[in-house]
């Protein structure tokens, strides 16, 4: 009986949840400093404190602002908001598997940034998001539209939603091809996800979408415990299911675009960072939401750091870092979950 | 129709598809009208010799691939009894591609040679998927098959495309050869292809009647004598070996081993002792109509054939799910 | 006070309609238990007053509420629906499960009140839940798995409980279980609408049953007059003999 008693006893599971978030948040900021720190040219901590506070003492104000600052600040918008994205789909698709880069949505913002780099050069940069968005909502959409006329089950909106992603990889791939070698370059790196180059005028055109669709991921969390309870007894709890889905696919869909447009496709954020906060905090979309939020955000920094320290002064994708350290980990998760998730 | 006929028909659209594949290319004195003569006499001219030593390798390495991944993907919807199974779906082309891939930058890495790395990186690839599908056992979850073979296939490819990111040269040859261009091919390339596609063939017919019982369910099939278990495995690796050995003669075609398939079956039923031979000629035609479209849609660049590969099935993958209403 | 069903005709996609025309009246305060052969409509009549399915014509009121125009938030305080075989969402413990039975008295981010916490407390200890109270619903057997979700729909507090199927897959201690507590909620003044396989279990626990076949009602009444011969061998094409359950006098019927 002692078992049954125990688990008959409240976990104090707002503390814990308390105390993770504070955790998480140092731990990210330990991170994005030491992401400063390592590259090409290594920086001490305390030239950047100087540099950043504007002390007294050494500073290193060129490499630091103009670069390392910038990408930093990127790799926590776009890690947050890849996180949010992939949690949302996970829990409307109901599938562990799921996430921005199944449903097509990375491969349709990569096609319509890519078309609009390589097809349209003459077009500022800044239009770039805006181009991903209509990407990754061309691909989104034609699977809702599809799902909301055929009345589909969640699963074969996520089988729509791969098949879209083929259609669209298979057009990058054209495009590549198509365009000669120094100006695929370019788009190569990006494409593997990758913070390298990015400067100030990225986070200009990008923080204000991304931190306004992460409040509303926020707000939305609660709905998303409802949503995971499947269609039938959502509807039964009040919730006009296919709205809300519609509108959670929105929002991470343009939380996916967004990132892809300044950071390139990472797939594997989107897929790991829900995990990792369902494992941490369990499946209350309230605490989990902002949990994955932090996880994403150190998952970026941390692999855009690795990679620049791994062998400077050469670059490896922060993208390919995650993907390196996700693979083991994500057939972990998978083979150590196999019955309980989809059924 | 009868059969004899659908075969026949069939057949006659292969010869059609080679013989253009043939003729179609830059050079303006090949045409319909003396291709066949350029390949069997021997005149000595430059024309006969790009008919035989660059078109007809190419050509062949076209039907030879379509060969295997037809057969490979009938092999897998066959085991997992889905009909969007095939192995690009699976991720095992891509596991193939990242085994060339790999042996490619890093030489030290390499098992004997390019072909046994796509080999081992399919395998790899597929044990993964279906490792985390449930196994080879009946729990195999259709949903989770394709989702894991999605995410497999993707995590492969970050790594392929990453490949590109390094040094000019090496970036060229493995964006050349993953775009599955098979501009440069060569007899030698063509040969281990022949035995790879008859063995294929061979043990394809064997497992015809077995897999006819499997498409009863594991249950029925066990009853009748036939393991799932062992018949999943055999089916499994034989798919990762064919397509491991198309990868590394000519690069991650993809698809292929899902419309062929698919379409026979609308054609010719569900036996598979029909199904080996009609996907076996189906998957060498539309490689090979893939090959001519190849060259045709830039005229005169060639636009590589993974590439046409892609623009083809995929739009058609989106069209089979579509279709597939009772899905998992 | 009463659910009113009027002329609704029903079906999936474009496909031929399960349902046709139907009227029924719900009486509150009884336990109705829907009955029929298998693809008679008895579940898509349920889904479509728990608004799963829109039918193509009729109308469908509880009380004064209309429940095809009104905010499915507002109905969902007057009717609680629970599917057969629900969706288990992974890591969520009873006690939050229990909690979405709050949601469509909550806004949006589902603060609970005082009030909220009180009635979750009560649905938990009505179905005997204590001990599992921050168990993962996914640890759970089947039966207190079903349990948890009728706590749910205890503690949406409304009038109108239906259950669809409630003890399919479920072993016959588990069945009865469920069933009692389908009981105590009457006892607790709901009303609920249950569709059941079981002939035996439906004449003992309903105060009314009403049969379908063919996708029209061809029966409704109290168990002891619809069971009969007669209707068994129209309804289910079976030959059978009816007597009185020994031990609570409501008709069971038996194959010849």
């Known amino acids: 009986m002692s078992a049954v008693t125990h688990t008959a006893t409240p976990p104090r599971t707002a503390l814990r949840g308390l105390v993770l978030l504070v955790a998480l948040v140092v731990l990210v900021i330990v991170a994005a400093l030491w992401s400063l720190s390592v590259g090409a040219v290594p920086i001490p901590t305390q030239t950047i404190v100087n540099t950043l506070f504007n002390l007294d003492g050494e500073q290193q104000t060129y490499i630091i602002m103009k670069s390392r600052l910038p990408r930093m600040v990127l790799a926590l918008l776009a890690g947050g908001a890849l996180a949010l994205s992939g949690s949302i789909i996970q829990a409307v698709i109901r599938n562990p598997l799921a996430s921005p880069n199944i449903i097509g949505i990375n491969s349709g913002a990569a096609l319509f940034a890519l078309v609009l780099v390589l097809v349209f050069p003459e077009i500022p940069q800044v239009w770039m998001p805006l181009a991903a968005c209509i990407g990754g909502l061309t691909a989104a959409a034609f699977v809702m539209v599809v799902a909301h006329y055929r009345n589909l089950s969640a699963i074969h909106l996520a089988l729509i939603g791969v098949a879209v992603g083929f259609v669209f990889e298979a057009g990058v791939d054209y495009l590549l091809i198509v365009s000669n070698d120094s100006e695929s370059s370019a788009p190569m790196i990006w494409l593997t996800g990758s913070l390298w180059g990015r400067t100030w005028a990225h986070v200009t055109i990008s923080w204000v979408p991304l931190v306004v669709l992460s409040a509303v991921a926020l707000l939305l969390s609660y709905r998303l415990d409802l949503i995971a309870l499947g269609e039938a007894t959502a509807t039964g709890l009040g919730l006009n299911v296919p709205r809300q889905r519609l509108l959670l696919l929105l929002v991470a869909t343009l939380l996916a675009s967004v990132s892809v447009a300044v950071v390139g496709v990472m797939g594997f954020i989107g897929l790991m960072a829900p995990h990792i906060a369902r494992r941490l905090v369990g499946g209350s979309h309230r605490l989990m939401l902002p949990v994955a939020a932090l996880v994403g955000m150190l998952l970026v920094v941390l692999a855009d750091g690795i990679g620049r320290a791994i062998a400077p002064p050469i670059e490896v994708s922060a993208g390919i870092i995650a993907a390196l350290i996700g693979a083991p980990f994500f057939i972990y998760i998978m083979l150590t979950t196999t019955s309980e998730q989809d059924s | 129709?009868?059969?004899?006929?659908?075969?026949?028909?069939?057949?006659?659209?292969?010869?059609?598809?080679?013989?253009?594949?043939?003729?179609?290319?830059?050079?303006?004195?090949?045409?319909?009208?003396?291709?066949?003569?350029?390949?069997?006499?021997?005149?000595?001219?430059?024309?006969?010799?790009?008919?035989?030593?660059?078109?007809?390798?190419?050509?062949?390495?076209?039907?030879?691939?379509?060969?295997?991944?037809?057969?490979?993907?009938?092999?897998?919807?066959?085991?997992?009894?889905?009909?969007?199974?095939?192995?690009?779906?699976?991720?095992?082309?891509?596991?193939?591609?990242?085994?060339?891939?790999?042996?490619?930058?890093?030489?030290?890495?390499?098992?004997?040679?390019?072909?046994?790395?796509?080999?081992?990186?399919?395998?790899?690839?597929?044990?993964?998927?279906?490792?985390?599908?449930?196994?080879?056992?009946?729990?195999?979850?259709?949903?989770?098959?394709?989702?894991?073979?999605?995410?497999?296939?993707?995590?492969?490819?970050?790594?392929?495309?990453?490949?590109?990111?390094?040094?000019?040269?090496?970036?060229?040859?493995?964006?050349?050869?993953?775009?599955?261009?098979?501009?440069?091919?060569?007899?030698?390339?063509?040969?281990?292809?022949?035995?790879?596609?008859?063995?294929?063939?061979?043990?394809?017919?064997?497992?015809?009647?077995?897999?006819?019982?499997?498409?009863?369910?594991?249950?029925?099939?066990?009853?009748?004598?036939?393991?799932?278990?062992?018949?999943?495995?055999?089916?499994?690796?034989?798919?990762?070996?064919?397509t491991g050995a198309s990868v590394a003669a000519a690069g991650p075609v993809m698809f292929v081993g899902l419309v062929i398939p698919h379409l026979c079956r609308l054609w010719f039923g569900s036996n598979h002792r029909l199904l080996v031979p009609a996907v076996a000629l189906g998957g060498a035609g539309l490689v090979l109509f893939a090959d001519v479209v190849s060259k045709l849609v830039r005229f005169p660049y060639e636009t590589p054939l993974g590439v046409i590969c892609a623009l083809i099935g995929a739009p058609y993958f989106l069209f089979a799910t579509l279709r597939a209403r009772h899905m998992a | 006070m009463s659910i009113l069903v009027k002329g609704v005709t029903a079906g999936?996609?474009?496909?031929?309609?399960?349902?046709?025309?139907?009227?029924?009246?719900?009486?509150?305060?009884?336990?109705?238990?829907?009955?029929?052969?298998?693809?008679?409509?008895?579940?898509?009549?349920?889904?479509?007053?728990?608004?799963?399915?829109?039918?193509?014509?009729?109308?469908?009121?509880?009380?004064?509420?209309?429940?095809?125009?009104?905010?499915?938030?507002?109905?969902?305080?007057?009717?609680?629906?629970?599917?057969?075989?629900?969706?288990?969402?992974?890591?969520?413990?009873?006690?939050?499960?229990?909690?979405?039975?709050?949601?469509?008295?909550?806004?949006?981010?589902?603060?609970?009140?005082?009030?909220?916490?009180?009635?979750?407390?009560?649905?938990?200890?009505?179905?005997?839940?204590?001990?599992?109270?921050?168990?993962?619903?996914?640890?759970?057997?089947?039966?207190?798995?079903?349990?948890?979700?009728?706590?749910?729909?205890?503690?949406?507090?409304?009038?109108?409980?239906?259950?669809?199927?409630?003890?399919?897959?479920?072993?016959?201690?588990?069945?009865?279980?469920?069933?009692?507590?389908?009981?105590?909620?009457?006892?607790?003044?709901?009303?609920?609408?249950?569709?059941?396989?079981?002939?035996?279990?439906?004449?003992?626990?309903?105060?009314?049953?009403?049969?379908?076949?063919?996708?029209?009602?061809?029966?409704?009444?109290?168990?002891?007059?619809?069971?009969?011969?007669?209707?068994?061998?129209?309804?289910?094409g079976l030959d059978c003999e009816v007597y009185a359950d020994p031990v609570s006098g409501t008709p069971v019927a038996t194959p010849r």
């Open chain 2, 1 to 242: 129709m009868p059969v004899a006929y659908r075969f026949a028909l069939l057949a006659a659209a292969v010869l059609i598809a080679a013989l253009l594949s043939l003729t179609i290319g830059q050079r303006s004195d090949v045409g319909l009208g003396n291709v066949l003569q350029l390949l069997f006499i021997d005149d000595g001219s430059l024309a006969r010799s790009a008919v035989v030593d660059l078109r007809l390798p190419r050509s062949l390495i076209a039907a030879l691939v379509g060969i295997n991944l037809g057969l490979a993907g009938l092999a897998l919807q066959a085991v997992t009894r889905n009909p969007l199974a095939s192995e690009s779906v699976l991720g095992i082309n891509q596991g193939a591609a990242l085994g060339v891939a790999l042996g490619l930058v890093f030489p030290g890495l390499l098992i004997g040679n390019l072909d046994t790395m796509a080999i081992v990186g399919a395998v790899v690839a597929g044990a993964v998927t279906f490792g985390i599908a449930g196994g080879l056992g009946g729990r195999l979850d259709s949903m989770r098959l394709i989702l894991a073979g999605v995410t497999v296939g993707a995590f492969s490819f970050a790594f392929v495309r990453f490949t590109f990111t390094l040094e000019d040269n090496l970036s060229r040859l493995v964006l050349s050869w993953t775009s599955a261009d098979i501009s440069a091919a060569r007899f030698d390339q063509a040969l281990p292809l022949v035995f790879w596609a008859a063995g294929g063939l061979l043990i394809s017919s064997f497992m015809a009647h077995s897999f006819n019982i499997l498409a009863l369910g594991d249950g029925a099939s066990q009853g009748l004598g036939v393991d799932p278990r062992r018949l999943r495995f055999i089916g499994a690796m034989l798919a990762a070996v064919l």
């Open chain 3, 12 to 236: 999936y996609g474009r496909d031929r309609a399960i349902v046709e025309n139907i009227d029924l009246t719900i009486a509150t305060g009884e336990v109705t238990i829907l009955i029929g052969p298998n693809g008679c409509g008895k579940s898509t009549l349920l889904k479509t007053i728990g608004r799963l399915l829109k039918p193509r014509t009729g109308t469908i009121h509880a009380d004064d509420l209309d429940v095809l125009r009104n905010h499915p938030k507002r109905v969902a305080r007057t009717i609680a629906y629970l599917p057969q075989s629900p969706v288990v969402p992974t890591a969520i413990t009873v006690e939050q499960l229990v909690g979405y039975g709050r949601a469509p008295h909550q806004s949006l981010l589902g603060l609970r009140s005082p009030k909220d916490i009180e009635l979750i407390d009560q649905a938990i200890a009505a179905t005997g839940l204590e001990e599992l109270r921050f168990k993962p619903v996914a640890e759970l057997s089947g039966g207190q798995r079903q349990r948890a979700f009728i706590a749910m729909a205890l503690a949406q507090d409304t009038p109108y409980v239906m259950l669809d199927e409630p003890t399919t897959y479920l072993d016959i201690k588990h069945q009865v279980e469920t069933l009692d507590l389908v009981r105590q909620l009457h006892g607790a003044g709901r009303t609920s609408i249950v569709v059941l396989h079981d002939i035996a279990q439906a004449a003992r626990y309903g105060d009314r049953l009403v049969v379908m076949h063919e996708g029209r009602i061809v029966a409704e009444g109290k168990p002891a007059d619809v069971v009969t011969p007669g209707l068994i061998r129209d309804v289910y």
